[in-house]
């Protein structure tokens, strides 16, 4: 079945960096769009940035534009999150999430099940 | 865009008709979106283009609206629906989320 696994997460400094990862499998990864979307302890959603299916397009939040970087590797089938410059309001469960339909900007349909950043000295 | 989901807390009870309302600042057509969060877990997507079902959501969940006006309605309130439910706008990047609307017993 189709699934996302992310990774990478933990306790970081602030001003440090940290890259996340998402697997996926059992579907074509190469052919979706991906998101990843945020939500702070006890807050609601926050939606990252998005890269197309092929990562020749990528879009950004306005809270991390310029310090985060999406990028995917079609040949391990893995999305990334370069986070770089954290500040304390980044901290959130991290999820990944894949566009519903083949190579068109959609709902996400399918998630991973989050992975924790926390920046605090 | 900004999107402002009424109310932000609903008390309902098992049986109950429930409709929720998210309110775009601009003009988004139907590119419009809305998913179910239970708690420590991932979102769940339920309705996209404003109005479609997803595959193997419950028929009891409906959504409706285009332009800057969205409701999302549940037909008759499952103890399994008690949850948060979030907007979210396609229509032009940055892609945004409304704010939820908790749904309690």
């Known amino acids: 079945q189709m699934q996302l696994v992310e990774s990478g997460g933990g306790v970081v400094q602030p001003g440090g960096s940290l890259r996340l990862s998402c697997a996926a499998s059992g579907f074509t990864f190469s052919s979706y769009g991906m998101h990843w979307v945020r939500q702070a302890p006890g807050k609601g959603l926050d939606w990252v940035a998005f890269?197309?299916?092929?990562?020749?397009?990528?879009n950004y939040g306005d809270s991390v534009k310029g310090r985060f970087t999406i990028s995917r590797d079609n040949s391990k089938n893995t999305l990334f999150l370069q986070m770089t410059s954290l500040r304390a309001e980044d901290t959130a469960v991290y999820y990944c999430?894949?566009?519903?339909?083949?190579?068109?900007?959609?709902?996400?349909?399918?998630w991973g099940q989050g992975t924790m950043v926390t920046v605090s000295s | 865009i900004q999107l402002t989901q009424s109310p932000s807390f609903l008390s309902a009870s098992v049986g109950d008709r429930v409709t929720i309302t998210c309110r775009a600042s601009?003009?988004?057509?139907?590119?419009l979106v809305w998913y179910q969060q239970k708690p420590g877990k991932a979102p769940k997507l339920l309705i996209y283009?404003?109005?479609t079902l997803q595959s193997g959501v419950p028929p009891r969940f409906s959504g409706s609206g285009s332009g800057t006006e969205f409701t999302l309605t549940i037909s008759s309130l499952q103890s399994e629906d008690f949850a948060t439910y979030y907007c979210q706008q396609l229509n032009s990047y940055p892609l945004t989320f409304g704010g939820g609307t908790k749904v309690e017993i």
């Open positions: 283009a404003a109005s």
């Open positions: 601009q003009g988004i057509s139907s590119y």
């Open positions: 999430a894949k566009d519903r339909r083949l190579r068109f900007l959609d709902a996400s349909d399918i």
């Open positions: 890269i197309r299916y092929d990562g020749t397009n990528e």
